[in-house]
């Protein structure tokens, strides 16, 4: 399922995709290298995706998170809600209309990531700008 993904989601040359078969391995590639997304399953081999959700919103704040995850699992989905998931997304069906279904999730958690983040970044050069000007300075929002 691995190879699937990562070929369906590369083949537009919009996604470079990493992939490894444990929470154990991601941590290593996350302390090393920076990622504008995770996908993960919610059966992985040494922790479940939960867990591994727990600890990237602990140690990597608000990175988009997808649980990709088997039918009949709608209990590991309202977890994956509670605990920060952006997204989940169903296995099973056509793989085709699956990985495209995924690509859009993707696509949409990264945009909205980003949007934030730029949103911050004014926020905190507006009150810079403010907090250093020489003068006293008034704001009016009209």
Not at 31 to 55: M, N, P, Q, T, W
Not at 63 to 81: D, M
Not at 108 to 113: D, L, S, Y
Request: hydrophobic share 40%.
């Amino acid at each position: 399922m691995l190879q699937i993904a990562k070929l369906f989601l590369e083949r537009t040359g919009q996604f470079s995709v990493e992939t490894c078969t444990s929470p154990v391995n991601a941590r290593e590639l996350l302390a090393s290298s920076k990622y504008d997304a995770i996908i993960s399953d919610y059966h992985v081999s040494d922790i479940d995706g939960i867990e591994f959700l727990k600890y990237v919103r602990q140690h990597y704040g608000s990175i988009p998170f997808i649980l990709f995850t088997g039918k009949g699992r709608e209990e590991a989905v309202i977890q994956a809600l509670d605990n920060g998931a952006d997204f989940y997304h169903q296995k099973g069906g056509d793989p085709k209309s699956q990985f495209a279904e995924l690509r859009t999730k993707i696509e949409k958690a990264v945009r909205e990531q980003q949007a934030v983040a730029a949103q911050r970044n004014t926020e905190r050069r507006l009150a810079e700008i403010i907090n250093f000007l020489p003068d006293a300075t008034l704001a009016i929002d009209a």
